[in-house]
């Protein structure tokens, strides 16, 4: 059974920062797999969908590696900002249906 | 084009007590999902629907019922509400192998 496991479970920094948010996943068999910010009490927004044939994608100050082998994906922050601070939720689409979610990485930015 | 939206915002229900949560989308999108998230947790996925007329279980599919008859609609209806169905519910939409679109969620109560 697929499993996705996000670390840290929570960080916080200062703004300016650069920073990586850690996705895992125990099934390398992905079609692919997406990135996804949550507003307290809010929904989802996309960030990126990153395709199992994609090693990375980028838009603006974020970017999103994928490594299938080794069931790995990075969210990288640049020069985070306080307007950055969310909660951050990887899933991967593995039967080519539903996703399945971490639990996410809730980020502080401090000004 | 307003995207995934879902009706109501926000419910409170009474244990035995039924009701149907609405989920439209207007991007044409053949996939629908129904998924709850619980606090402190990531998504997970309770009936998702590949196309008008067809429609299969996810992982918590138990004390729900839906129903696709139009691309646009896919309402998620509670039978008997129990304490265990409080959550925040949220419907998504998408192409076949795309990204995944989602609503503004409905949060419900069951006391």
Redesign the interface.
Known sequence: KQE?TQIPAALSVPEGENLVLNCSFTDSAI??L?W?RQDP??????LL?I?SSQREQTSGRLNASLDKSSGRSTLYIAASQPGDSATY?C?V?QA?????????TTLSVSS | NAGVTQTPKFRILKIGQSMTLQCTQDMNHNYMYWYRQDPGMGLKLIYYSVGAGITDKGEVPNGYNVSRSTTEDFPLRLELAAPSQTSVYFCASSRTLAEQYFGPGTRLTVT
């Not at chain 1, 009490?41 to 996309?46: E, H, P, V």
């Not at chain 1, 080519?96 to 996410?104: D, P, Q, S």
């Open positions: 996705v079609y692919n997406q996804f009490g809010k929904g989802l927004t996309s969908l395709q939720l899933a689409n080519g249906t539903a996703l399945i979610f971490g639990k996410g």
